[in-house]
């Protein structure tokens, strides 16, 4: 299995080329007589030189290095790892969706623009907002524009001070993070035991200062926070937002609503729920929705259903502005579109039945062997800990490098902070029984091995192309490019 | 027609073609948890908010039946395959490679996540080690990362990484930047409470007065584009030491395809290059996804936002690659990070990767040398028609030409003629009513050039 794979660059011939440009057929111009010297590159980037047939052997050789969904079950919490569909990846393709320029005149473009509208409406409905944009290109983006409206609306209620937002202990990083590029300062609300957060913490916390509270429902530990009503009740009296983070919708599709549960504003990651592939790390695409009396801050522009068809509006004195260039991932919203068109209102619901169904099954299966923090109906996912391993001295960073001997991607590990060894589990909809209970074996087999020979799990991984590598000397002695060495080419 | 709301009978029944799991599976499970229904498992969402009834969205589709509703959504729009298309603006019709697609359809790379396991995701951190090489190499700089959204949001976070670097609140951002690049760098200012300061052009490209008098011990970053938005080359290598002298950093957004005949803002002292790889391998969608990119010299290694791959080894010595330097990310940081930024677009940047491998050394230079030729040809076709261009200086593949009519009535009457004409600068530069800015790639060939300029010389478009 172990083996090494040459870089595109160590692969390279003077002379090779993988590309066919016509001939120039206007009169040559040498570029020397349209450039200044100043400006005219001497030296050339040192880009590959290869063949059509070395680049595809170098991809596929590549390709084979990385496991996807398509390769095998990956139940990475709060990512949502399911099957992506590929009459979506077809859809996208179509020349009308992927070779449409932005600024083309909107008569011609009326094709991608109904489709966008049409979008926005399916994702008010099945999020009970009054309002959606496409624009943020991730949840992350999403997150820091609902954030930014928030700001504007309270700015435009003539309220300055409210400088805070408030957050979880068990809020996913980019929380806190986005609420700081907003320029507000964060302040953590505890969890309680049960895993929810704490009510008289947030009574504590809860001001005149607060601009909103932000928060992932169900939770990251895979809660439903039960108490949202009063949540919702504390912050609203307190004149702060209520913040939706959508990771986890795809728990509660045609069950609960954002909307409904008293969210001012939702983002949505349509490359988890809505099946829009995570393409080894992106891209994705992040809408928002609102509720009313924070459509006047939607970033611009924004799409309208007019006499003469659909048009985009640029005249909207109090948004917050632009967040991206155009009108957001639209590739990616093409995905998600064909794919709630493919799954219609019963679809979508029996995906967060399936999905919660798979987890709970997961979870009482597993309880036997390792510990389970919180021991109650979780809903996609849940989390188990691993600290009873951990006393035998294997750890969680152990177990989940067994799971790949096994063919398994590992589930999330150490998130959230507040679980000690935690290993976060998300199925999906998608799997079979049979794949779940493969992986239950695997994770029981583990186990055992903990207890009985506890230097396999501790050594592992052993089938992959490589073995664990040195992060720290990659962190301390950073090398992040490719150096051709000097003297080699002759 | 829709689709049957179960199929199969009995045991056997199943939902739909994602959904795998037959009413025996679901039963099997149900007793193993040990609850009667699927819906006890949801007894604790509130009733008050528990939502009850169908959603309103439309019902679900068969494959074929979906496929021929969204093939002819795809039709009613005007594709730039279809028609000859001049428009650019940031974005561009240029030559993809077809093993750009076949790679990026290897499931194992678009079905994957972010590279956390690293022994089982080497393809994909690998593809973004190149990646990082080949931005280097086109921009001249030390490092880069593994992308960002799109060039806008990437220079977004290039001003928001000066303002924390510098410890300033000034930003100085030429008119000739992308309008809507700068309208994306006010909006993340405003958060950071940082102050956008806008110099004038002059002649097309930033007014150097200007700038020079904004300068000051207070700017955190001078920012330009190169080409800049209206094609034209800005002299970088006299407006590298305004903003050093006050030991302010000097951003540079480029279109990375110009970087294989114009010399790198790396060589001229740049200290952070930015901008979006989109005119290699990455269709144009309608604006997105596209693919930012994200460089720096060494000494703002640490401080880069987004996702970095490094190199390393195994326990048995042999080379592999990590994600590294997470110490100044979100998922680490949360509340003190710098940058929000989570995921990146690590597809686009593949994309991009094999386009730029299949180019080449050669390919590279010849097609932008290309873009060059045939912009030049153009223009000076146009100029032998009579009409001219407010602006003298060299440029890329993109120029500025006054009509002296609205250019959205040239545009219709083109678009009739089967041509997408270019961006009408009038919206974003009043003083510019009636200027079109006409983008010509390797694409456009001599005859339709002279299509276009026929209809634009002789005064029926």
Redesign the interface.
Known sequence: MRNDQPLIFERSKPGRIAYSLPALDVPAVDVSELVPADYLRTEEPELPEVSELDLMRHYTALSKRNHGVDSGFYPLGSCTMKYNPKINENVARLAGFAHIHPLQPEKTVQGALELMYDLQEHLKEITGMDAVTLQPAAGAHGEWTGLMMIRAYHEANGDFNRTKVIVPDSAHGTNPASATVAGFETVTVKSTADGLVDLEDLKRVVGPDTAALMLTNPNTLGLFEEHIVEMAEIVHKAGGKLYYDGANLNAILGKARPGDMGFDVVHLNLHKTFTGPHGGGGPGSGPVGVKADLVPFLPKPVIEKGENGYYLDDDRPQSIGRVKPFYGNFGINVRAYTYIRSMGPDGLKAVSEYAVLNANYMMRRLAEYYDLPYDRHCKHEFVLSGRRQKKLGVRTLDIAKRLLDFGFHPPTIYFPLIVEECMMIEPTETESKETLDAFIDAMIQIAKEAEENPEIVQEAPHTTVVKRLDETTAARKPILRYQKPKHSDN | M??P?RQGKGKNAV??R????TEE??Q???K????AS?D???????E????RG????????S?PE??K???A???????????V?F?G???Y?H?I?A?V???L????????????????????L??I??F???V???TGM???N??M?????ALAEAV?LSAAHTKRKKVLISTAV?P??R??V???A????LEVKEIPYDGGITDLKALEAEMGDDVACVVVQYPNFFGQ?EP??AIAPLAHEKKSLFVVASNPLA??????PGAFGADIVVGDMQPFGI???????H?GYFAVKAPL?RKIPG??????????G?????L????R????????????????????A?AA??A????????????A??N???A??AKVELEKRGLSSPFAG?FFNEFVIRLGRPV?DV??RL?EKGI?GG?DLGADYPELAGHMLVAVT?LR???E?DRFVNELGDGHA
């Open positions: 829709t689709i709301k939902l739909h994602y959904l795998p799991m599976d679901k099997e499970m149900l193993t948890i040990g609850v699927i006890d498992l949801f007894a604790d969402i509130p008050q908010v528990r939502f169908e959603l309103k969205v439309k019902p679900a589709k494959e979906l496929w509703e969204l093939a959504l795809a039709e009613k729009n005007a594709s730039v395959k279809q028609y298309s428009l603006a940031g974005v019709d030559y490679p093993v697609d076949h790679v359809s290897r499931s194992e790379f678009y079905t994957a996540y972010t590279p956390y396991q690293p022994e089982i995701s080497q393809g994909e690998q593809a080690f190149e990082q090489t080949m280097c190499e086109l030390d490092v880069a593994s992308s959204y799109d060039g806008g949001t928001l992308h809507q690049y309208e994306v006010r909006t993340y405003k958060g950071q409470k080359i970088l290598k970087l294989g005949v114009l010399t790198p269709p144009t969608q309608f604006g997105g996804p693919c290694m996702r970095l791959v490094g190199q390393t080894t195994d326990e048995d042999r080379r592999g690659f990590v590294t330097l997470q110490a990310e979100q998922h680490i940081r949360r509340d003190k990070a710098t940058s929000n930024i989570c995921s990146n677009q690590a597809l686009n593949l990767s094999v730029l491998s299949a180019l080449g050394k050669r390919g590279v230079k010849e097609m040398a290309m060059m030729q045939k030049h040809y060299p959205s545009n219709d678009l997408i961006y390797e060939t001599k005859e050039i």
